[in-house]
């Protein structure tokens, strides 16, 4: 099958590398992958050269490309071929590109409950198909050596890499009084009790207690306002927990944009820079255990452990559904519920400690992640979808 990836923009570098080490496992797999840039300076002549030799299916991550247009139609409806994507947030985080009308669409989301929220948000909406696939793990060289040696000279015992968006913003905080604003409130309450509730079921919970119940045409004229609370409760987990790490004066190194308040404030936390993504796969390396928050993906899984289990680091997430499903928690990851962040200082001081445990946990991880959750296996999944969809 010939496909074309769209490279776009991406913090740190994610998104490219995700699509140049998709592509090469599509390769693998016998397939033809076209990368074209469209973050070059000129990419309108590789646009062109695509559109003179068509593919049979085209794909970007988060909807990148999804707006190509000729001669005011989608160029996608013009050669009749499917336009995929996987979408690395939160579906209310890119309401504007899911909307953009294409015949042949396929949208994939990295957690079960964005699927679930699509499944009510969509109705009367065109899609050929909606669906599960997280991202793999992104490699650096050959497979780790996980040995118990190798393990003891690794020289960054606790790592965490991504951006600190500050004390999260409550912008309906400033608005009028209103039925909307009550229900804002609301799911914005629920969800940062329980950081394991998704948006869909603490709004249905709301309208439930309101004697109301969800329909497609209700999420929709709701859904703008959810995005706010959406972004307001990812950071309000990440920052409760770094501030309780911060107290507790847990030493770790820590990468990506806006960390400058927390590393002033608080001097266990060794700031090593912005960063970039291909930097990380270098630092994973080195790295003993690595911290994950999931950015909310409650039944879903974040690269980022993929990623550091494949480069033989043990690592300690945030809990989720998925995880559940895919490892065994204590034998091949670490997780921590948010009711009890308290314990989390504890709980990484207890697993740098056993040395030959952790090494055992970071071992067993590798050898799931590099069985189960490689480009490779994506690949060959996303070939399934892209097939049924044509």
């Keep these: ?82 336009y995929a994507s996987l979408y690395v947030d939160h579906p209310l985080h890119h309401l504007p590109r899911l909307s953009t009308p294409i015949q042949r669409k396929v949208a994939l989301f990295l957690d079960r409950s964005h699927v679930q929220f699509m499944s009510v948000w969509s109705e009367g909406r065109t899609f050929r198909q909606i669906g599960f696939l997280p991202c793999g793990a992104n490699q650096l060289g050959e497979p780790p050596d996980t040995t118990d040696a190798a393990f003891a000279s690794r020289d960054i015992p606790l790592l965490f890499t991504g951006t600190y968006r500050g004390p999260p913003l409550a912008p309906w905080k400033e608005w009028p009084h209103s039925p909307a604003k009550d229900l804002v409130l609301d799911v914005a309450g629920q969800m940062c009790a329980d950081g394991r509730l998704s ?17 497609s045409e209700l999420l929709d004229q709701v859904a703008p306002l959810l995005q706010a609370v959406q972004a307001y409760c990812e950071a309000y987990h990440r920052d409760r927990l770094l501030n309780i790490l911060g107290a507790a004066r847990v030493p770790i190194r820590v990468y ?59 690592v300690l997430s945030d809990q989720s559904r998925y995880y559940a499903e895919a490892f065994k928690d204590g034998r091949e990851i670490a997780t921590f519920a948010w009711d009890a962040l308290e314990d989390v200082p504890q709980q990484i001081e207890t697993l740098l400690a056993d040395e030959a445990g952790l090494a055992a946990l970071a071992r067993s991880g590798a050898k799931k992640a590099l069985a189960e959750h490689q480009w490779r296996d994506r690949a060959a999944r996303l070939v399934k979808t892209l097939k049924l969809a044509r």
């Design 1 to 82: 099958m010939r496909i074309v990836l769209f490279k776009g923009q991406s913090q740190y570098g994610s998104l490219r590398l995700h699509v140049d080490q998709l592509a090469a496992a599509l390769r693998d797999l016998g397939h033809e992958a076209v990368v074209v840039d469209l973050a070059a300076d000129d990419p309108i002549a590789a646009v062109n050269a695509v559109l003179a030799d068509p593919p049979g299916a085209f794909f970007g991550f988060s909807g990148v490309g999804c707006d190509l247009q000729a001669d005011g139609r989608s160029i996608f409806d013009a050669l009749g071929a499917v």
């Design 199 to 215: 948006i869909l079921d603490a709004l249905k919970q709301s309208l439930a207690r309101q004697g109301g119940g969800l329909t």
């Design 256 to 314: 990506g944009a806006g960390w400058e308040p927390l590393t002033t404030q608080y001097p266990s936390f060794d700031y090593g820079g912005v960063g970039s993504f291909a930097e990380t796969l270098a630092l994973l390396r080195r790295t003993r255990l690595v911290l994950n928050t999931n950015n909310g993906f409650v039944a879903g899984g974040h690269e980022r452990v993929f990623t550091a289990m494949s480069a033989g680091a043990a």
